[in-house]
T-cell receptor, first 114, second 117 residues
Framework: SQKIEQNSEALNIQEGKTATLTCNYTNYSPAYLQWYRQDPGRGPVFLLLIRENEKEKRKERLKVTFDTTLKQSLFHITASQPADSATYLC?????????????FGKGTSLLVTP | GAVVSQHPSWVICKSGTSVKIECRSLDFQATTMFWYRQFPKQSLMLMAT?????????EQGVEKDKFLINHASLTLSTLTVTSAHPEDSSFYIC?????????????FGPGTRLTVT
């Protein structure tokens, strides 16, 4: 069955450092992969999408890499700030009859301390 | 940017009653909306796909007679949890696809926290 795995342990880093989060997947051949941010009690907010033919994508302090051979995506936040503290979700298009729905990983909680 | 709203943001109901949750796309039209459920510290799980003017498509294991979905217009989908039980307590989140946008663009609502006592 399709699986999306993200580090279940929370990531604690100091302000100013680079946070790196990992997303691994199995039994998928995704055309694209997405990253979302979710704050407690809120819906996910779209951050970045990377296509299968793209190795890397950047947006301001965010960088995503996509290795379809390793079946892995890395999500980096450079110069991290306490406001970056949240749960980050990796998502792939769902293998269902629904079309364009998403399957999500459990997310990795990031805590940036001053 | 595209905004999706949900109402109510939280609801407490007694076991056996029904609860309706609304999902609206505020500034775009959505032929397709998705309903997800999220338990604490778990991932969002797709429950069903709501298509405007037709029946919803439910994921395996989701009871269609318990979770009634109506997509009456291009900006509104509703999820009714019928005969709610405590195990239905969860965070329900909808998302909507902008029919004029690219296929991957989905916008999520803020979620509805349902507590069944």
């Amino acid at each position: 069955s399709q699986k999306i795995e993200q580090n279940s342990e929370a990531l604690n880093i100091q302000e100013g450092k680079t946070a790196t989060l990992t997303c691994n997947y199995t039994n998928y051949s995704p055309a694209y992969l997405q990253w979302y941010r979710q704050d407690p009690g809120r819906g996910p907010v779209f951050l970045l999408l990377i296509r299968e033919n793209e190795k890397e994508k950047r947006k301001e302090r965010l960088k995503v890499t996509f290795d379809t051979t390793l079946k892995q995506s890395l999500f980096h936040i450079t110069a991290s700030q306490p406001a970056d503290s949240a749960t980050y979700l990796c998502a792939l298009d769902a293998d269902s009859n629904s079309g364009y729905a998403l399957n999500f990983g459990k997310g990795t909680s990031l805590l940036v301390t001053p | 940017g595209a905004v999706v709203s949900q109402h109510p943001s939280w609801v407490i109901c007694k076991s056996g009653t029904s609860v309706k949750i609304e999902c609206r796309s505020l500034d775009f039209q959505a032929t397709t909306m998705f309903w997800y459920r999220q338990f604490p510290k778990q991932s969002l799980m797709l429950m069903a796909t709501s298509n405007e003017g037709s029946k919803a498509t439910y994921e395996q294991g989701v009871e269609k007679d318990k979770f009634l979905i109506n997509h009456a217009s291009l900006t509104l989908s509703t999820l009714t949890v019928t005969s709610a039980h405590p195990e239905d307590s969860s965070f329900y989140i909808c998302s909507a696809r902008d029919q004029t946008g690219r296929r991957y663009e989905q916008y999520f609502g803020p979620g509805t926290r349902l507590t069944v006592t």
